[in-house]
């Protein structure tokens, strides 16, 4: 186990870095900032010099990977890390100096166990892409075929046990401190950015991912899954189909191939609204740099490492609140935060109905150019403040995945309406799956499996309570208490009889030892 010693001596040396990009600073002006990590930013900024204007990206790429990683997180929770930090940590590229092709080339043959020229005719030694985690290169197989070929930086995986453990010592002496810090609930923000980083650092998961993914959206036309080689992907290798396109950020190029970018952007929307409360899978990272756009104007999503997952009760919430938003049903939207229990039975319904009001009027009828997603989601988490809703750890990649495709889509059209784009398919998939066909429809499958249960569970009962049969059973036994066990009838009587017992029985076993002696 890592001393406290050494988290703290890391903690401080983040400080540093974080204080003279002028990150700190606004932490301690926070006033829900703790007491005792105020005073920790004092002393980690003595003697550095601040500029004006805090740069928390620029201080977590100069952390390291995993705080690169970690400042893509915290983007999502400016209730967190505050509105202007969320702003500044979304324009956090994660991209770093790619590794020597040598060092590269070495980790591909020592993950395969075999020479490099058994897997690939040719490789380009110059990276494609190089990100914290991993470095993609462009390869030929030897069957011919044109592929990417993403590979782990060596010794990533060991860095990021060492930073996330320091992460998960400070979360819980940070939510040890009560008040707004524990309902924040840093330990688990943490704890799922774990789980979500280690996903990212074996490349079967993200390859796996990518499959499911295809096969969720086989039907969906004008969006795209490259097709995984499995035969050369293992742990710390990924190889995929390679992808001929133009970035979805590179509007003048799409604009000159002749697409159309309003049917682009509504593509994209409706796509990642498919993933999301259709499949309950969705790619959680849709940034500009993993979308492209094929010839015929297929989208194409490349990196799967992070992807989100919402279960079908949740997805049902979720709908009917993007329904309730887009329609101006607040009562009912507030009924499903009280029914999910996200907001704590003591509050009432009609005051959190009036309060969501005053996010969801501003929004209803205006282009997303005017208002934004995003802005929604800040109002949304003073409510929660107010409220005493705590952090719902399903609903953070899908809010930070929404931002991303507000962006994307109002950079390609600036006149798209998020909602009204949204709301036909919302209104459409509620009325599939939670209309009333759709319940009797559950019912009658709920009922049939519960049926189909029935002659399991009386084997199950049968085994619990097996037949009576065989050899008779034996008479009841009378309960005699024995001479030791015997409870107390008189004060120092417990303790007298067990003695004499256990002398006369020793003395007797003497006694027969020396008779047999004595007889040999």
């Given amino acids: 186990m ?7 001596f890391r903690l401080l040396k983040w400080g540093r870095i974080l204080a003279r990009h002028g990150a700190l600073r606004p932490i301690e002006q926070n006033p829900n900032t703790p007491e005792q990590v105020r005073r920790l930013c004092k002393l980690a900024r003595f003697g550095t010099v601040q500029p004006k204007e805090p740069d928390f990206a620029g201080a977590f790429r100069a952390i390291g990977p995993a705080a690169i990683k970690l400042g893509q997180t915290l983007a999502t929770r400016p209730d967190i890390v505050g509105e202007d930090a969320a702003r500044n940590l979304l324009s956090l590229q994660d991209s770093l100096p790619p590794v020597d092709f040598d060092e590269i080339a070495k980790a591909i043959e020592r993950s395969f166990e075999r020479p490099i020229d058994s897997l690939y005719e040719h490789i380009d030694p110059v990276p494609v892409g190089a990100a914290s ?30 930073d996330i453990e320091t992460y998960e010592w400070a979360a819980a002496h940070l939510e040890g401190l009560g008040g707004e810090a524990k309902r924040l609930r ?8 774990k789980r979500w980083t280690l996903r990212e650092l074996d490349l079967r998961r993200e390859a796996a991912s990518a499959s ?17 080689d499995w035969d050369r992907t293992n742990g710390r290798v990924m190889t995929i189909e390679w992808i001929d396109g133009i970035k979805i950020s590179n509007h003048e190029a799409l604009a000159e191939a002749g697409h159309d970018l309003p049917s682009i952007a509504q593509r994209l929307v409706l796509a990642f609204l498919r993933q999301a409360i259709s499949a309950g899978f969705f790619h959680a990272d849709m940034h500009q740099g993993n979308l492209f756009v094929r010839a015929d104007g297929t989208i194409v999503a490349i990196d799967f490492g992070i992807m989100g997952r919402i279960d079908r009760r949740a997805r049902a919430w979720l709908a009917e609140i993007l329904y ?15 029914e999910a229990q996200y907001v704590p ?15 969801g009027e501003p929004m209803r009828g205006k282009p997303v150019s005017e208002l934004s997603v995003g802005q929604m989601l800040d109002g949304l988490f003073a409510i929660t403040r107010d409220f005493d809703m705590q952090t719902q750890p399903h609903l953070l990649l899908l809010q930070k995945t929404m931002v991303m495709v507000e962006g994307i889509a109002t950079q390609l059209d600036p006149s798209i309406n998020l909602w009204d784009t949204a709301a036909p398919y919302v209104r459409e998939w509620i009325r599939d799956e939670l209309g009333p066909e759709a319940a009797i429809a559950d019912r009658i499958r709920t009922d049939t499996e519960t049926l189909l249960r029935i002659p399991d569970l009386i084997r199950r009962i049968e085994d619990r309570f097996p037949p009576k049969g065989g050899a008779p059973e ?47």
């Avoid at 890592?2 to 703290?8: A, F, K, V, Y």
Wanted: with cysteine; net charge positive.
């Fill in 133 to 162: 985690i991993a470095q993609v290169h462009k390869a030929v197989t030897t069957d011919g075929r044109t592929v990417a070929v993403k590979v782990l930086r060596p010794g990533i995986r060991e860095q990021f046990a060492r």
């Fill in 2 to 8: 890592t001393r406290h010693s050494t988290h703290i």
């Fill in 212 to 228: 499911e993914l295809a096969e969720a959206m086989h039907a969906v036309p004008g969006y795209c899954i490259p097709s995984v």
């Fill in 324 to 338: 309730g938003l887009t329609t101006g049903n607040y009562r009912r939207v507030a009924e499903i935060h009280f």
């Fill in 345 to 359: 039975s003591y509050h009432n319904v009609d005051e959190f109905a009036t309060a969501l009001r005053a996010v």
């Fill in 474 to 520: 034996p008479p009841p036994l009378t309960d005699i208490e024995l001479i030791w066990e015997r409870k107390e009838r008189q004060p120092g009587s417990e303790s007298i009889l067990p003695y004499l017992l256990s002398a006369f029985l020793g003395a007797g076993a003497v006694y027969g030892a020396m008779l047999a002696g004595l007889l040999g």
């Fill in 186 to 193: 840093p330990r688990l923000v943490i704890a799922n950015f």
